[in-house]
């Protein structure tokens, strides 16, 4: 599920400095043209790379939000309003279509994770912006850290130590109701240096959807944290476990996914089934503000977003 360490360090690092010193040095560069339309264009495509694919959770959420403001402004000031409005079309472009859901059915759950800020950094129905999608059980997978209040999903870029990852020890409910087919709870929570290649999922919840071939999985949970064991029933918001970083992951956080088919006690085969939550489709960088306890209350089942 994860890159080896050294990749994953590689590519943790690489996203800081782009996002902190090469993007904010290219738009000096183009403030200081005479004319900068051009390298305006030249510099269009890794733009919105950075916004759409960049790790924003790395260094600060909020610099997202300042770099597509100076951009704009750097635009209007250079070219008045046909390039800002160019850039503007060309962010609502991409969003459209990385954005758009999976085909079929898609499986309406509850979030599991609440009283935080939340950021989907895997996540969609393409590599570009979900690298579980060239799995098939786990093509619309979701990876899923907290945000602390300047925006970064701990303190530091890439810390050693679990416990500064804002997510490590979240709580986690259940995003359904359904009967437990799974539940892991006594691997350890590895160092982010460390992997367990064995135990791909760490620790890990599987769910049966009532009267549906579906099954929903929950990953890399805190060691001791499981709170159910199989064959028991659970309602939408009820608490089964906290965030770890078990398994075969380079830092904490919240593995979710929906398949059809397969063992009902593995997270590892079946055929991906797209999810939704509160109707809401998530890819790379969405926010999720959660902020009110989790209701205990029916999950939705699916429904036909094929159109959406």
């Known amino acids: 599920m994860s890159p080896s360490p050294s990749t994953q360090r590689f590519l943790v690092y690489s996203w800081a400095f782009l996002s902190i010193l090469v ?3 290219t738009l000096y560069g183009l403030w200081r043209q005479e004319s900068s339309a051009p390298a305006y264009f030249l510099a269009m495509p890794s733009f919105l790379f950075l916004i759409f694919i960049g790790r924003w ?60 800020t939340f950021c989907v950094v895997q996540g969609g129905a393409t590599s570009w ?20 209040r300047v925006g970064a999903r701990a303190k530091g870029i890439y810390p050693s130590r679990l416990e500064n990852y804002r997510i490590f020890g979240e709580k986690v409910y259940s995003p359904c109701e359904g009967i437990i087919t799974a539940a892991v709870d006594h691997l350890p929570d590895m160092p982010p240096t460390q992997l367990d290649t064995k135990n791909i999922a760490g620790n890990y919840i599987v769910i049966r959807l009532n009267e549906k071939d579906i099954c929903v999985g929950l990953a890399h949970l805190q060691q001791g944290s499981v709170s159910i064991k ?7 918001g009820q608490l ?39 109707g809401r489709w998530f890819i790379r960088n969405s926010i ?15 429904r036909d977003q094929a159109n959406r």
């Open 230 to 236: 199989p064959g028991e029933h659970v309602q939408p």
């Open 57 to 116: 959770d790395l260094v600060s959420y909020g610099l997202r939000y300042l770099v597509i403001f100076a951009f704009l402004l750097l635009a209007w000031y250079k070219w008045g309003w046909v390039l800002p409005t160019l850039t503007v079309a060309s962010l609502w472009y991409v969003w459209f279509l990385l954005s758009r859901p999976g085909p079929g059915p898609t499986v309406e759950l509850q979030f599991p994770l609440y009283r935080g």
């Open 240 to 278: 089964v476990a906290r965030v770890g970083n078990s398994g075969n992951t380079t830092e904490p956080h919240l593995h979710i996914h929906a398949k059809r088919g397969g063992r009902p006690n593995s997270m590892l085969d079946g055929e991906g089934v797209p999810m939704s939550f509160g």
């Open 129 to 148: 912006v979900n690298r579980h999608h060239v799995s098939v059980s786990q093509r619309f997978a979701l990876d899923v850290v907290a945000l602390h």
């Open 288 to 302: 999720v503000q959660s902020r009110l306890p989790p209701v205990q209350a029916r999950c939705a089942g699916s």
């Open 23 to 25: 993007l904010p040095a």
